[in-house]
Nanobody, 127 residues
Framework: QVQLVESGGGLVQAGGSLRLSCAASERTFSMRNVAWFRQAPGQEREFVAAIRATSGYPSYSDSVKGRFTISRDNAANTVYLQMNTLKPEDTAVYYC????????????????????RGQGTQVTVSS
């Protein structure tokens, strides 16, 4: 069982930046497809970004494209989400998720395809 631990959340003013980390308990994390999702109070969980295992190819939702960057440090078994130009609507609990096996590009935004999920980290953006 892979354990995922998110960190880096907090309170920031609109226009500010935060970097979230997703640390995995396994040394082969580089072989996992990983994604970030978020869920605001009273709203459905939504896809934020994903990074492919081998190629490192990133995918983003339209709402964060150009402001957020997903990356990975395979030596550290960690995936990051750099969030810039934050807006109040980015306020949510952010979750990291990883998948055991390969995934087609069209499915990376689906929560249910991921096998491992973290507990989440709160991001609050004040106006």
């Amino acid at each position: 069982q892979v354990q995922l631990v998110e960190s880096g959340g907090g309170l920031v003013q609109a226009g500010g930046s935060l970097r979230l980390s997703c640390a995995a308990s396994e040394r082969t994390f580089s072989m996992r497809n990983v994604a970030w999702f978020r869920q605001a109070p009273g709203q459905e969980r939504e896809f934020v970004a994903a990074i492919r295992a081998t190629s490192g190819y990133p995918s983003y939702s339209d709402s964060v494209k150009g402001r957020f960057t997903i990356s990975r440090d395979n030596a550290a078994n960690t995936v990051y989400l750099q969030m810039n130009t934050l807006k109040p609507e980015d306020t949510a609990v952010y979750y990291c998720a990883a998948r055991r096996s390969a995934i087609i590009l069209s499915a990376v935004h689906q929560w249910d395809v991921y096998d491992y999920r973290g507990q989440g980290t709160q991001v609050t953006v004040s106006s």
